[in-house]
Nanobody, 126 residues
Framework: QVQLVESGGGLVQAGGSLRLSCAASGRTSGRTFNSFAMGWFRQAPGKEREFVAAVTWSGGVTYGDSVKGRFTISRDNAKNTVYLQMNSLKPEDTAVYYC????????????????WGQGTQVTVSS
């Protein structure tokens, strides 16, 4: 069974930075962590879950329009961990942030991901 555990969330002032981590464990069909693309999504109260960033098994990256130039996704396959470095945070970045393992299809859709973490809260004060 695959498990994803996020950490690193918290309260930060606007303009500040946070780094989220997502540690993966378990394997399916004989494939390990570094065989899969990973993604980050976020969900604010009353809103749909929104794509933030994704990284392929080889390190290729894709970002949502609202975070381009401010957030950086990366992965350490030796540690089975994916990171989200968030800089220049804004109050509108406040949300629960989820990491997920990609299954197939466009990175921008939640339906393209099959395993999800429990989420970590990020709150940006103005």
């Amino acid at each position: 069974q695959v498990q994803l555990v996020e950490s690193g969330g918290g309260l930060v002032q606007a303009g500040g930075s946070l780094r989220l981590s997502c540690a993966a464990s378990g394997r399916t069909s004989g494939r390990t962590f570094n065989s899969f693309a990973m993604g980050w999504f976020r969900q604010a109260p009353g809103k749909e879950r929104e794509f933030v960033a994704a990284v392929t098994w080889s390190g290729g990256v894709t970002y949502g329009d609202s975070v381009k130039g401010r957030f950086t996704i990366s992965r350490d396959n030796a540690k089975n961990t994916v990171y989200l470095q968030m800089n220049s945070l804004k109050p509108e970045d406040t949300a629960v942030y989820y990491c997920a393992r990609h299954r197939s299809g466009s990175f921008r859709y939640t339906s393209s991901f099959e395993y999800w973490g429990q989420g970590t809260q990020v709150t940006v004060s103005s």
